[in-house]
């Protein structure tokens, strides 16, 4: 991973376009090719990105990032390099779930008409360059859906989820993609954040996708 410190300008060319002015930022820049542009807030979500497969061309004052698929550009001009530095950090053991939430992913694609009939599964952790989707899958129209699987979600799965769907809505191969966020609980903080941002919300009942009967029933 190479990390450049630099005071830059950013503009976005492509579907829209987009332009950070001149300031201090931090570029990241990774062994996928992926780049994406930060400031010193909005937690660890980048001001602007392009997602792998993608191509740097550094010239003096310019550095140009190139999308090998849509041609889409993030230009940034350099008015001066602060800090540059590139550290080798090897093959990543990847985010180990624990025992519930894994199996909640497993029986969520095995049972994945739980979430609408019609509906069929793409794949299990589809990678995307910031991380991996729990469940790719497709509507009963044949949308793309990526689906974020917790115990207990809060605003933070929302956010995560969030960041996944801007990222996958930039690849004209799967877009556009809607959002589902299934958990055992969800906070109502939640809810209330994704159904704003157009997340649909699904309590699972965790036994049921087992197949075991409840039994804790009055009658």
């Known amino acids: 991973m190479r990390l450049v410190i630099a005071r830059c300008s950013v503009d976005y060319v492509g579907k829209l376009t987009a332009h950070l002015p001149m300031a201090p930022r931090l570029i990241l820049i990774k062994a996928d090719s992926s780049v994406s542009i930060h400031a ?23 550095w140009t990032v190139t999308h090998g698929k849509t041609g889409e550009k993030l230009v940034l001009t350099m008015e001066e ?5 590139s550290h080798e950090l090897g093959v990543d053991p990847g985010l180990i ?33 910031i991380g991996p989707v729990d469940i790719l899958c497709r509507d009963h129209t044949g949308a793309s859906v990526a689906v974020e699987l917790k115990r207990r979600a809060g605003i933070d799965a929302v956010e995560q989820l969030t960041r996944y769907l ?16 299934a958990a055992q609980s969800i906070a109502p903080q939640a809810k209330t954040l994704a159904e704003d941002r157009g997340i649909r919300c699904v309590t699972l009942d965790y036994d049921e996708l087992r197949g075991i009967e409840r039994t804790d029933t009055l009658f």
């Open 166 to 181: 801007e990222l996958m809505n930039r690849d004209p191969l799967l877009a556009p993609v809607g959002g589902v966020l």
């Open 40 to 62: 010193d807030d909005r937690a660890f979500k980048p001001l602007n990105w392009m997602n792998p497969p993608c191509k740097l061309r550094e010239e003096e004052g310019t």
């Open 97 to 129: 779930k624990d025992g519930v939430e894994a199996h909640l992913q497993e029986l969520l694609a095995e049972h994945i008409t739980t979430l609408g009939a019609g509906w069929t599964l793409v794949r299990r952790e589809y990678m995307t360059a």
């Open 81 to 85: 390099i602060i800090h540059d530095t």
